[in-house]
């Protein structure tokens, strides 16, 4: 993976009514990140991924930090760790990752009735956060996550299938279907992985 790219790519890249986005997300943060941090005058920085504070000041808008403990989905507390979020209605998809921090779009998850798929989503990128790149990972991450941590049912785990079954594959992700039988397969595992 470049440094300075996303670490992950994303949720597959579903919109509400479930089509594709482009997958322009990682190259427009790169260069984004890549001519703000030249502008500074920052060229040894560019190097390495951007820090949450870099991330909000380059994104504007509306972009803040949630501290590692503070995030909450519809009440729900939502913890990576000792990651931080970055909340950003600007950003292109569900969510995303740079290593060492987590962002989600609060206007699509706001679109999402089921509770177990918003966590699920920030499980998932929570899950790159602890496992790496590979999407199957994160995606299995996820769902033990919910398990063990009670917020996730088998019927919870059919919302998260349904909201993912329109995804099509690509370079990084199954189709949904594939993934939702993968999902299945690591929610049944009690064994951590």
């Known amino acids: ?62 972009a803040q930090i949630i501290p590692a403990g503070m995030l909450k989905i519809d009440g729900h507390s939502a913890i990576c760790g000792t990651r931080p979020t970055v909340l950003d209605s600007k950003l292109d998809d569900f969510a995303a990752a740079f290593p060492g921090f987590l962002i989600l779009n609060p206007k699509l998850l706001a679109k999402i009735k089921s509770l177990p798929v918003k966590l699920w989503i920030h499980a998932h990128e929570c899950g790159h956060q602890f496992r790496g790149p590979d999407e199957e990972t994160a995606d299995c991450f996820a769902v033990q996550r919910g398990r063990r941590q009670g917020w996730l049912t088998p019927e919870g785990l059919e919302d998260v299938c349904a909201f993912i079954s329109p995804a099509k594959a690509d370079n990084v992700h199954f189709a949904g279907a594939k993934r939702c039988e993968a999902m299945k397969e690591c929610y049944a595992d009690r064994s951590i992985r």
Request: aromatic share 4%; charged share 20%; glycine share 14%.
């Open 1 to 62: 993976m470049a440094k300075g790219l996303p670490a992950t790519g994303h949720l597959g890249e579903l919109d509400v009514q479930g089509t594709r986005h482009r997958r322009r997300r990682a190259i427009r943060a790169f260069r984004m990140w890549l001519a703000a941090a030249l502008m500074a005058g920052a060229g040894a920085r560019a190097q390495g991924p951007p820090t949450p504070e870099q991330y909000v000041q380059q994104v504007g808008g509306d």
